[in-house]
T-cell receptor
Framework: GAVVSQHPSRVICKSGTSVKIECRSLDFQATTMFWYRQFPKQSLMLMATSNEGSKATYEQGVEKDKFLINHASLTLSTLTVTSAHPEDSSFYIC???????????????FGPGTRLTVL | QKEVEQNSGPLSVPEGAIASLNCTYSDRVSQSFFWYRQYSGKSPELIMSIYSNGDKEDGRFTAQLNKASQYVSLLIRDSQPSDSATYLCAAARGGGADGLTFGKGTHLIIQP
């Protein structure tokens, strides 16, 4: 199946710094990618939809100026957490839809996730 | 707000028995539904997808969908200790190009 990678897998940073997380589709092109966040013992919550060549679409309650998304190419989307604070500590996971399926609600291929800890 | 509801558990099932996981959803626009398995500290892994009313079987797994009742279920036959994980139910938002709405997950424990 399609493979999605994320980098880094784990990052620890000081409060106030910015952290960039990369999401890559390795063997297919993705015009759309999704960014989710998962707090401990909670489910995945969709943060934003990353669109190649246009602005990202953010979910209600997600600050677009804090979580900067750039979909620079058909295989790369980046999420930058600006001025990170301890409450931003979470598991960030990206996904991309199945490029070969035309069915509604295409299968999402998930990256391995990035564990962010803000001290 | 569109929601997917699951019993968080834990659900404890003896090895070899059938594990039954249930999920309800509120968005009638959703057309596609998924079951993911998630181990602690890992990202979700797709187990089953289902789009039509009725049953869909894949090996030891059977997904069931009832759109009238807005209900999705997953049966795991011949449960193994390696099936112990959190199972996430997800519904495609809108036409599928809008990401997924996840339930909080059911923690399943298979007792040897």
């Amino acid at each position: 199946g399609a493979v999605v990678s994320q980098h880094p897998s784990r990052v620890i940073c000081k409060s106030g710094t910015s952290v960039k997380i990369e999401c890559r589709s390795l063997d297919f092109q993705a015009t759309t990618m999704f960014w989710y966040r998962q707090f401990p013992k909670q489910s995945l919550m969709l943060m934003a939809t990353s669109n190649e060549g246009s602005k990202a679409t953010y979910e209600q309650g997600v600050e677009k100026d804090k979580f900067l998304i750039n979909h620079a190419s058909l295989t790369l989307s980046t999420l930058t957490v600006t001025s990170a604070h301890p409450e931003d500590s979470s598991f960030y996971i990206c996904s991309a839809p199945n490029p070969t399926s035309s069915l509604l609600g295409d299968t999402q291929y998930f990256g391995p996730g990035t564990r962010l800890t803000v001290l | 707000q569109k929601e997917v509801e699951q019993n968080s558990g834990p659900l404890s099932v003896p090895e070899g028995a059938i594990a039954s996981l249930n999920c309800t959803y509120s968005d009638r626009v959703s057309q596609s539904f998924f079951w993911y398995r998630q181990y602690s500290g890992k990202s979700p892994e797709l187990i089953m997808s289902i789009y039509s009313n009725g049953d869909k079987e894949d090996g030891r797994f059977t997904a069931q969908l009832n759109k009238a009742s807005q209900y999705v279920s997953l049966l795991i036959r011949d449960s193994q200790p390696s099936d112990s994980a959190t199972y996430l139910c997800a519904a495609a938002r809108g036409g599928g190009a809008d990401g997924l709405t996840f339930g909080k997950g059911t923690h399943l424990i298979i007792q040897p």
